[in-house]
């Protein structure tokens, strides 16, 4: 919770039936379902076994500074605190259902965003060791007119405890519910558009948030940095405001991000970038409760791709004609 706040997120926690079972009870679906649609933010607690989700840690934390040591590596919005990563896809021993295919996630994604989801986005969000003092302003993962029903959500995936030392992202709770593009920022010099290549242009909507619309939004419900912990799974309507934070500690704070879209909405061009070396994982025998919308590299080739990195969520009704 954040200090001068008594809002939080709300928390989902799993009884021992429901994990026996690999589902929520109805009633506490009703309560995930009430917090994602009252607060656009809902912490599923304890979905995914500690063990592996240090694993993976380990790993994302070596490539980390494998990365920050490299000069052609690119910062999230071209700042030094942040860089966005590829989980390891290609080590068999890292891959996990709990984590691609928890069942809890895909449940809720059903029920919120409607059957069949589809999985087309992931990336991992490293706020980088000792770079306090640097943040992103308050945005929407938008620059178009979206719309005003749930067609996306993020489970974004701790690998180690969130807190507000650590940089745990700012969240505006609420703020999706009623939010449009009208709300955002309008590009109007050649600086506002640096930290946004090729998304729009001078008099086009950035993802910012406007400060009057900030202004009166904090006297309704100020924003927060909720903690969470290993094992949790934080899920965003990507409608809802929000901010990465600085990370004042000494170790990367680095969560995975799935996203999920809803069958209703009309987005071709966004797909998971995989290794076919993986397919029999990634596929299955068939994902009754999500469609695995991908593209298939080779090992090799999967390590050159940068595709990943452009979240494009624009309807099909929108592109110019």
């Given at each position: 919770?954040?200090i001068?706040?008594?809002?939080?997120?709300?928390?989902?926690?799993?009884?021992?039936?429901?994990?026996?079972?690999?589902?929520?009870?109805p009633e506490?679906l009703?309560?995930?379902l009430?917090?994602?649609h009252?607060?656009?933010?809902v912490v599923?607690?304890?979905?995914?076994?500690?063990e592996?989700?240090?694993?993976?840690?380990?790993?994302?934390?070596d490539?980390?500074?494998?990365?920050?040591?490299?000069?052609?590596?690119a910062?999230?919005?071209?700042i030094k605190?942040?860089?966005?990563?590829r989980p390891?896809?290609?080590?068999?021993?890292?891959?996990?259902?709990?984590?691609?295919?928890n069942?809890?996630?895909?449940?809720?994604?059903?029920?919120?965003?409607?059957?069949?989801?589809?999985?087309?986005?992931m990336?991992?969000?490293n706020a980088?060791?000792n770079?306090?003092?640097?943040?992103?302003?308050p945005?929407?993962?938008?620059?178009?007119?979206?719309?005003?029903?749930?067609?996306?959500?993020?489970?974004?995936?701790?690998?180690?405890?969130?807190s507000?030392?650590?940089?745990?992202?700012e969240f505006?709770?609420?703020?999706?519910?009623?939010?449009?593009?009208?709300?955002q920022k309008v590009a109007?010099t050649e600086?506002d558009?640096?930290s946004?290549?090729?998304?729009?242009?001078?008099g086009?909507i950035?993802?910012?948030i406007?400060?009057?619309a900030?202004?009166e939004r904090r006297?309704i419900?100020p924003p927060?940095?909720?903690?969470?912990?290993?094992g949790d799974?934080?899920?965003r309507?990507?409608?809802?405001?929000h901010?990465?934070?600085p990370n004042?500690s000494?170790?990367?704070?680095?969560?995975?991000?799935?996203?999920?879209?809803?069958?209703?909405?009309?987005?071709?061009y966004?797909k998971?970038?995989?290794?076919?070396s993986?397919?029999?994982?990634?596929?299955?025998?068939g994902r009754?409760?999500?469609?695995?919308?991908?593209q298939w590299?080779?090992?090799?080739?999967?390590?050159?791709?940068?595709?990943d990195?452009n979240?494009?969520?624009?309807?099909?009704y929108?592109?110019k004609?």
């Open positions: 919770m954040s001068g706040s008594t809002d939080d997120a709300q928390s989902i926690v799993l009884s021992d039936q429901e994990r026996l079972e690999g589902k929520y009870s506490t009703a309560k995930v009430g917090a994602l009252q607060d656009g933010l599923l607690k304890n979905v995914i076994p500690v592996t989700i240090d694993k993976i840690n380990t790993w994302m934390c490539d980390a500074d494998r990365r920050i040591r490299d000069p052609t590596q910062y999230n919005h071209g605190s942040n860089i966005l990563q390891p896809l290609t080590e068999p021993e890292l891959l996990s259902k709990d984590v691609y295919f069942p809890f996630v895909l449940q809720t994604a059903n029920a919120y965003l409607g059957h069949r989801p589809i999985w087309n986005w990336t991992a969000n980088l060791a770079t306090g003092g640097t943040r992103q302003p945005h929407k993962d938008s620059s178009f007119d979206h719309p005003l029903y749930p067609y996306f959500f993020i489970a974004n995936i701790p690998l180690c405890d969130f507000i030392e650590n940089g745990s992202t505006w709770l609420g703020s999706h519910s009623h939010t449009t593009q009208a709300e109007e600086e558009l640096a946004y290549p090729g998304l729009t242009e001078i086009g950035i993802p910012p406007s400060e009057e900030k202004e006297k419900r927060i940095q909720p903690a969470c912990g290993r799974v934080m899920i309507d990507l409608r809802l405001w901010a990465g934070m004042h000494n170790a990367h704070r680095v969560m995975l991000g799935l996203g999920y879209m809803s069958p209703h909405h009309p987005n071709y966004l998971v970038h995989l290794p076919s993986q397919e029999k994982f990634f596929l299955g025998n009754p409760d999500v469609e695995v919308r991908a590299y080779s090992d090799e080739d999967l390590a050159k791709v940068t595709e990195v979240f494009y969520t624009k309807p099909a929108l592109e004609k």
